[in-house]
C-alpha cells in the first residue's frame, strides 16, 4: 500500500498565479483532511471531507478550495496565490472520525514570490 | 472550538536523560490524544496515542499520561536518544467530531 501520497513535492508558484495540490490514498479512508504548517508552528486544518461529495471548513479556509468526487482523491485548489500562502501542506486521511490515527502524506512545500 | 497548548517550543537534552512534553487543552469532550513524530523534512507520525477511558499508556522507552480533571496530558521519553531528535506534535480530537486540533510542536534536541 502507498498509503497517503501527494504531488508535488516542491512548487514555487507566483503571486496571482492558481494550482492544484494532489492528494491520493488508498486505504479505503472516509476522512481526509489538508493542514498547513508554517515555519516553528503547529498544524492548522484547512479543509477537511467526510466521504465523496461532502467537505467542510476548518481553522483557516480562506484562499482555498477542495472537492472529494472520490474516495480516494481530495485535491486542493489555492487561487490567486499571495506570499501568505507560503507554506508546506500536508493532507492526511484517517479512518474514522478524528479518534484513529491520520495518516499523513509526505508533503508540498510551496512558496509564493 | 478547540484549543490545544503545548510547552516547552524547544527542549534540549543529555543522551540517556528523560524527556518530558505537556500539553493542555480546552474541550472537556475531548476524548483521543495522539502523539506524532516529525523528523525533519518529514512527515508526521503516529508515536503513541491515548482514549480518555485510561489514565497511562506506555510502548518502551515512551509514556502518555493524561489527567482529564486537569485536562491535560504529557509525553514521557525516557533514554532518550540521538534518533529520538525531532518535533513532537500533540492533538486532541473527541467522537462525532472530525477533526484534530494540533499543538504548537516541540523541538527536541538530543545531544550525544
Known amino acids: 500500500n502507498a498509503g497517503v501520497t501527494q504531488t508535488p513535492k516542491f512548487r514555487i508558484l507566483k503571486i496571482g498565479q492558481s494550482m492544484t495540490l494532489q492528494c491520493a490514498q488508498d486505504?479505503?479512508?472516509?476522512?481526509m483532511y489538508w493542514y498547513r504548517q508554517d515555519p516553528g508552528m503547529g498544524l492548522k486544518l484547512i479543509y477537511y471531507s467526510v466521504g465523496a461529495g461532502i467537505t467542510d471548513k476548518g481553522e483557516v479556509p480562506n484562499g482555498y478550495n477542495v472537492s472529494r468526487s472520490t474516495t480516494e482523491d481530495f485535491p486542493l485548489r489555492l487561487e490567486l496565490a499571495a506570499p501568505s500562502q507560503t507554506s508546506v501542506y500536508f493532507c492526511?486521511?484517517?479512518?474514522?472520525?478524528?479518534?484513529?490515527?491520520?495518516?499523513f502524506g509526505q508533503g508540498t512545500r510551496l512558496t509564493v514570490v | 472550538g478547540e484549543n490545544v497548548e503545548q510547552h516547552p517550543s524547544t527542549l534540549s537534552v543529555q543522551e540517556g536523560d528523560s524527556a518530558v512534553i505537556k500539553c493542555t487543552y480546552s474541550?472537556?469532550?475531548?476524548?483521543?490524544f495522539p502523539w506524532y513524530k516529525q523528523e525533519l523534512g518529514k512527515r508526521p507520525q503516529l508515536i503513541i496515542d491515548i482514549r480518555s477511558n485510561v489514565g497511562e499508556k506506555k510502548d518502551q522507552r515512551i509514556a502518555v499520561t493524561l489527567n482529564k480533571t486537569a485536562k491535560h496530558f504529557s509525553l514521557h521519553i525516557t533514554e532518550t536518544q540521538p534518533e529520538d531528535s525531532a518535533v513532537y506534535f500533540c492533538?486532541?480530537?473527541?467522537?462525532?467530531?472530525?477533526?484534530?486540533?494540533f499543538g504548537s510542536g516541540t523541538k527536541l534536541n538530543v545531544k550525544p
Open positions: 474541550d472537556s469532550a475531548s476524548n483521543y
Open positions: 492526511a486521511s484517517s479512518q474514522d472520525r478524528g479518534v484513529t490515527e491520520a495518516f
Open positions: 492533538a486532541a480530537s473527541r467522537n462525532n467530531f472530525n477533526k484534530f486540533y
Open positions: 486505504m479505503n479512508h472516509n476522512y
